[in-house]
Every structure is written in structure tokens, then in C-alpha cells.
């Protein structure tokens, strides 16, 4: 019996991961560049760093424990060192602030962007690569990194295409959390259990509601499923100090203020963190970034779990309709902090240090659904082949077009079926198709197609208005240039 032909590589894309087009790509990179041109107007430097780092340098592994490796792809080295691809940018910046802290400026300040991995149960829209676009300053302490960070957050979502009005930065802090569950009776290190429910239960108030929140932070709550999770255990006096601080906000930041001073009562922590966020707030209004662009809000509590201070999001507040046609929020697209320790485990010494993360994918999905795109996705000018032997002119049409910095290609198919030609500049989604056959080299001329105009006219012409094809016109070969430009609208 002969043996089977070995079986082809079946063509797709592992799960959780998905490629990116043409339209996509060019979408991101002028987000990117748009994004980067703010960081740099306010002093911040690029870094990129490798994809791969130690596990002993990534340190703290992401939550997933049911995922290989704790939700990072790692794999052990030939020479027995545990290798993981990058899960954000915030660790790799750690390591090389602590790997090369005699070489850097204090404080430093840099931004980076690029895709980071995690081995995550992939679902709708949740992809295990993705890309983040962070900027962090390393070594300062000051509530002026802090307010900085928020305005630099305001002005690329004002960059990238979401006006005033569309979007809020809300800024909370940790230390106020601490100091309300002081006063709440959970301070020592013999309530670390309890304060950790705690943060992770307030954590989920998005999901859960305040009422399954409550719950958690009591006996416990179970699921529509009838899983049955455990509680903090607070009696219902404690219970209501802590969600007091989640519904904090005021009509204005200074009542806000008030609010926050009045829960958190004596802690010194707290009265710490309420002094930071008032600082925030006279720092941003100086600049003149006011409510309508940043908030003091209690109700923010993602990541609190994660940071040691001031905490940011940016949240957009416009409406999009949702797969089931129902209207909601679009919601977070940024977030950051102050993670005061993180390189304090290479160093020993304490670092502060602050930083945002955008998540380009979620801003890009936003401004799509708004109709707001950040790139020119057009194709290319389409110079199409009527004769093979005259292929060095029609290069050289191309080339003069390439000269004057107009995006354009010559046709390399099979020239013999014309048609198939303008199929393909439609499908290059080309705005201009260059024509020349013999009766236009014989005249010194060249027909011009606007195919943009030309799809909207086949789309509600009758056939004597489309047979008289305004969309075409004739033009001298020598003016093939300036008749692009126009037809382009430059």
C-alpha cells in the first residue's frame, strides 16, 4: 500500500489571533503617529524593547491561572532560563529603568507602542495579541507627573478625532480607598485577605451593580449559575463606609473633595490621597483643562488593585448601538496610574513612577463607529497596460506620479481583459485610473477616470447620464500630473 501523501498545512490563523489589511494597517500607523506627535511635544522619548523578556523580569504574572504559564506565553530556554513574550509595556520599561538607571535622565520620561501577547481564552473581540501605546515618567513623586499624564491624555484623544465633549479623563485615587477601608476597621496585616476581596469585589461594580458588589464585600454572593463566592465578611456598617466611597462624586470637584475628606476621616493615608487629587485638580485647571475634559471620580475603581496612587481612565461618552441594536456607551479606551515599587524589584530602592496605556484597537473601533477615520485608506492611482510593448511609457507615467508624491502603480496582471483592470483598481479602492491606448499616444493625450465619482454616478444614473461618463476626462499627457492632483483634490 502506498504511503499517504503528507497532509497540506491547513491555512488559518491560530485561535485568538486575526490579520490585518491594508485599510486596518494605515488606520493604525497615523493613530500611532498622531499619538506619539503629543508625547513628544511634552518631552517624552521613544523606547522599544524586545518582545521577548525573562520570566524573572515580567515578574508578576497576569491573573488567569487556569492558562499555561499564568496567562503568558513562556517557554523554557536551551540554557534552562524561562523566556515569555512581553504581557505589557509597563514591565519591560521597569527593567530598563533599573537595568540602566546610571544612563538615564531622572525622572525619565519615554512613550512606547507595539503589540503585547497574552495567553488569554480568546472570545468576541478579545484577541491574544493585541496593540498598547503607553507613555510612563520613571523617578518622580510629584502630583505634577500625575496631572501631566492626564492632560497629555486628554490631548491625543482631542488628536486622534474625539472633540470636547465626547470623552472624559476621571482620575481617582488608591490611597483614599486605603484610607476609607481604615476607617472601615480593615487596617493590619491581619485583614490583607479581607482588603483584597475587597478591592477585587469593587472592582467588578460595572458588571455586578452596587447590590452584587455589597455582596461580595458581606457573607458572599452566588450566580446566576449558582456558583456561591465568598465575601469579605463585613458587617453592614463597613459594608456601606466602603461603598460610599464608590459613589462619592459631586457636582464639582471641590464638593467631591469634601466628600472623600469627610470618609476617610482620620487615616493619614487617606487624608494623603485626598490632598494628591486636590493637587491634580489645581495643577489641570492652571492649564486649563477643565471638568468638561478631566474629573475627580470615586467611581472609578479598575486597577485600584494595581496602583499605588492616582488612578486615570478615559472614558467616551458618546452612544454606538450594540450587536442586539440597543444603545450604550462606548466606554473605557485608556487607563493608568501610579505604580510607586515596580522597579523597586530590581533595585531594592523605592522608584516612583507613572504612566497611561491606550488601547489603539478600542479607540480605533470608536472612531469607526463615529465615521471618523485617522488615515487616508484610498488606494493607489491605477496606471492601466492597453499595449504591452509600451510598458517603458507607462512606467514612466507612474514614475512622474511617484515624483510628485502621488501614490501610484502600474497595472502587472494580465493586461488582455481590460475590465479586469478597473475591477482591480476597485478592488485597490483607487481613486483614479490612468488610460492610454493608442489613439491617446498618437494625440499626446491621456483619459483620466475618477472612479470615486464614477461608483457614486453607477449608483443612481440612468444609462444615457452614465454613457456620457462625466466621471472621464481627456487631458494633455504633459499635464497628466496636474490633472491628478485636481481629480485628487490636492
Known amino acids: 500500500m502506498a504511503d499517504k501523501p503528507p497532509r497540506r498545512p491547513r491555512a488559518e490563523t491560530p485561535k485568538g489571533f486575526r490579520d490585518y489589511f491594508g485599510a486596518e494597517v494605515t488606520e493604525r500607523k497615523a493613530m500611532l503617529d498622531r499619538i506619539a506627535g503629543v508625547y513628544h511635544r511634552y518631552g517624552f522619548d521613544p523606547l522599544e524593547t524586545s518582545a521577548v523578556e525573562t520570566v524573572e523580569a515580567l515578574g508578576k504574572f497576569l491573573p488567569d491561572v487556569d492558562r499555561p504559564n499564568e496567562g503568558v506565553f513562556a517557554w523554557q530556554d536551551e540554557d534552562a532560563d524561562w523566556l515569555a513574550l512581553r504581557y505589557d509595556l509597563t514591565a519591560p520599561l521597569a527593567r530598563v529603568a533599573a537595568q540602566y538607571r546610571n544612563d538615564l535622565p531622572s525622572p525619565y520620561r519615554r512613550y512606547a507602542m507595539g503589540p503585547v501577547w497574552r495567553n488569554e481564552k480568546p472570545g468576541p473581540g478579545r484577541f491574544r495579541q493585541f496593540y498598547q501605546c503607553d507613555a510612563d515618567t520613571v523617578g518622580s513623586g510629584s502630583v505634577a507627573a500625575d496631572a501631566e499624564i492626564c492632560a497629555m491624555l486628554a490631548d491625543c484623544l482631542e488628536e486622534v478625532g474625539i472633540?470636547?465633549?465626547?470623552?472624559?479623563?476621571?482620575?481617582?485615587?488608591?490611597?483614599?480607598?486605603?484610607?476609607?477601608?481604615?476607617?472601615?476597621?480593615?487596617?493590619?496585616?491581619?485583614?490583607?485577605?479581607?482588603?483584597?476581596?475587597v478591592l477585587r469585589a469593587i472592582d467588578k461594580i460595572d458588571r455586578l451593580g452596587p447590590e452584587g458588589v455589597r455582596a461580595l464585600l458581606g457573607e458572599g454572593r452566588k450566580d446566576e449559575s449558582g456558583d456561591f463566592t465568598k465575601g469579605a465578611g463585613l458587617s453592614a456598617e463597613q459594608a456601606e463606609v466602603v461603598m460610599g466611597f464608590t459613589t462619592a462624586k459631586r457636582d464639582t470637584g471641590a464638593e467631591t473633595v469634601a466628600r472623600l475628606r469627610e470618609l476617610v476621616g482620620a487615616s493619614a493615608v487617606g487624608a494623603e490621597g485626598v490632598a494628591e487629587l486636590?493637587?491634580?485638580?489645581?495643577?489641570?485647571?492652571?492649564?486649563?483643562?477643565?471638568?468638561?475634559?478631566?474629573?475627580?471620580?470615586?467611581?472609578?475603581?479598575?486597577?485600584?488593585?494595581?496602583?499605588?496612587?492616582?488612578?486615570?481612565?478615559?472614558?467616551?461618552?458618546?452612544?454606538?448601538?450594540?450587536?442586539?441594536?440597543?444603545?450604550?456607551?462606548?466606554?473605557?479606551?485608556?487607563?493608568?496610574?501610579?505604580?510607586?515599587?515596580?522597579?523597586?524589584?530590581?533595585?531594592?530602592?523605592?522608584?516612583?513612577?507613572?504612566?497611561?496605556?491606550?488601547?489603539?484597537?478600542?479607540?480605533?473601533?470608536?472612531?469607526?463607529?463615529?465615521?471618523?477615520?485617522?488615515?487616508?485608506?484610498?488606494?493607489?492611482?491605477?496606471?492601466?497596460?492597453?499595449?504591452?510593448?509600451?510598458?517603458?511609457?507607462?512606467?514612466?507615467?507612474?514614475?512622474?506620479?511617484?515624483?510628485?508624491?502621488?501614490r501610484a502603480e502600474v497595472y502587472l496582471g494580465n493586461p488582455k481583459n481590460f475590465g479586469n483592470q478597473l475591477k482591480y483598481a476597485d478592488k485597490r479602492q483607487s481613486p483614479v485610473a490612468v488610460i492610454q491606448g493608442g489613439n491617446e499616444a498618437d494625440n499626446g493625450s491621456v483619459i483620466l477616470k475618477d472612479l470615486i465619482l464614477g461608483a457614486k454616478i453607477a449608483e443612481s444614473a440612468t444609462l444615457e447620464e452614465w454613457k456620457d461618463r462625466p466621471a472621464q476626462v481627456e487631458v494633455p499627457r504633459a499635464e497628466l500630473v496636474a490633472a491628478v492632483r485636481k481629480m485628487l483634490g490636492q
Open 163 to 197: 472633540p470636547r465633549g465626547d470623552y472624559l479623563v476621571k482620575v481617582n485615587n488608591r490611597k483614599v480607598l486605603n484610607g476609607v477601608m481604615e476607617v472601615a476597621g480593615l487596617a493590619g496585616d491581619d485583614r490583607e485577605a479581607e482588603r483584597g476581596i
Open 278 to 406: 486636590e493637587g491634580i485638580a489645581a495643577l489641570l485647571e492652571a492649564q486649563g483643562y477643565g471638568p468638561d475634559r478631566i474629573v475627580l471620580d470615586p467611581g472609578v475603581v479598575r486597577g485600584l488593585g494595581y496602583y499605588t496612587g492616582p488612578v486615570y481612565e478615559a472614558e467616551l461618552t458618546f452612544e454606538i448601538l450594540d450587536e442586539k441594536g440597543r444603545k450604550r456607551q462606548f466606554g473605557s479606551v485608556a487607563g493608568g496610574g501610579r505604580y510607586d515599587g515596580l522597579v523597586k524589584r530590581f533595585t531594592g530602592q523605592d522608584v516612583p513612577a507613572t504612566g497611561i496605556s491606550i488601547g489603539v484597537d478600542r479607540l480605533l473601533a470608536a472612531l469607526r463607529a463615529k465615521g471618523r477615520s485617522t488615515g487616508d485608506t484610498a488606494g493607489p492611482v491605477v496606471v492601466t497596460v492597453m499595449d504591452r510593448d509600451r510598458m517603458t511609457d507607462y512606467m514612466a507615467m507612474v514614475g512622474e506620479l511617484r515624483s510628485a508624491g502621488i
